[in-house]
C-alpha cells in the first residue's frame, strides 16, 4: 500500500464548479498535511496546510478525518487558472511525503 | 530575491555516461532536498541534507547515484553510469528548518534528464 493514495484524475470541470480532491495516508502517527499545487512542467508549490478542525482560503477549503487517515481538498467557483495537479502531503517518519497528484482541468 | 537556483534545465544523455545536477538553495535555508518525479512513481524523496550533512538517504536508488553538499550554498547529485530508466525530472527544493509544521519545502524549477 502506497504511503499517501489519491484519486488519479484527471477531473474536467466547467469553470464555476465545485470539485474535491480525497487523498488519504497509511501512517496513523503522521502529524502534518498539506496540499501543494504543481503547474504543467513547472515546480510544486504549497496552496495550504491542512488542520484538524479545517480550513480556508478563500475558494479552498481542506478538512481531515483522523479516524479514517482521509484528508480532502473542496474547490469552489473553479476558475481556469486552478487547473493543474494538486498533490497531498504528509509529515511522515520525519520527511514529508507526496501524493502522486491528481489533475484538475477547468474548462470554459 | 532568488529562489532555489538548479542546472542543468534539460540534460539528454546516452546509456553510461555520468550526469551532474547541480543545486543552489535559498541563502539561509539549512535543509536541501532532492527528489525525482516520474508519472509512474510521482515525486520521490532521494536524500536530504541539514547544514550540508547527509541526514536520510534512504531513497536513494542504487550506488550509481551519490550527493554531495560541500558547503551551504551547493549541492549536486551525481548518476554515474546513467541507465534509462533514469530519466525523469530532478528536482532541488530547500527549506528553513525541517517544514514539519510549516510544510514548505521551495523546489527548484527542475532538471529534466533523458537517458537514452
Known amino acids: 500500500r502506497k504511503e499517501v493514495e489519491q484519486d488519479p484524475g484527471p477531473f474536467n470541470v466547467p469553470e464555476g464548479a465545485t470539485v474535491a480532491f480525497n487523498c488519504t495516508y497509511s501512517?496513523?502517527?503522521?502529524?502534518?498535511f498539506f496540499w501543494y499545487r504543481q503547474d504543467c512542467r513547472k515546480e510544486p508549490k504549497l496552496l495550504m496546510s491542512?488542520?484538524?478542525s479545517g480550513n480556508e482560503d478563500g475558494r479552498f477549503t481542506a478538512q481531515l478525518n483522523r479516524a479514517s487517515q482521509y484528508i480532502s481538498l473542496l474547490i469552489r467557483d473553479s476558475k481556469l487558472s486552478d487547473s493543474a495537479t494538486y498533490l497531498c502531503v504528509v509529515w511522515q517518519g520525519g520527511k514529508l511525503i507526496f501524493g502522486q497528484g491528481t489533475e484538475l482541468s477547468v474548462k470554459p | 530575491d532568488a529562489g532555489v537556483i538548479q542546472s542543468p534545465r534539460h540534460e539528454v544523455t546516452e546509456m553510461g555516461q555520468e550526469v551532474t545536477l547541480r543545486c543552489k538553495p535559498i541563502s539561509g535555508h539549512d535543509y536541501l532536498f532532492w527528489y525525482r518525479q516520474t508519472m509512474m512513481r510521482g515525486l520521490e524523496l532521494l536524500i536530504y541534507f541539514n547544514n550540508n550533512v547527509p541526514i536520510d538517504d534512504s531513497g536513494m536508488p542504487e550506488d550509481r547515484f551519490s550527493a554531495k553538499m560541500p558547503n551551504a550554498s551547493f549541492s549536486t547529485l551525481k548518476i554515474q553510469p546513467s541507465e534509462p530508466r533514469d530519466s525523469a525530472v530532478y528536482f532541488c527544493?530547500?527549506?528553513?528548518?525541517?517544514?514539519?509544521?510549516?510544510?514548505?519545502?521551495?523546489f527548484g524549477e527542475g532538471s529534466r534528464l533523458t537517458v537514452l
Open positions: 501512517n496513523s502517527a503522521s502529524q502534518s
Open positions: 527544493a530547500s527549506s528553513l528548518g525541517l517544514a514539519e509544521f510549516t510544510g514548505e519545502l521551495f
Open positions: 491542512v488542520y484538524s
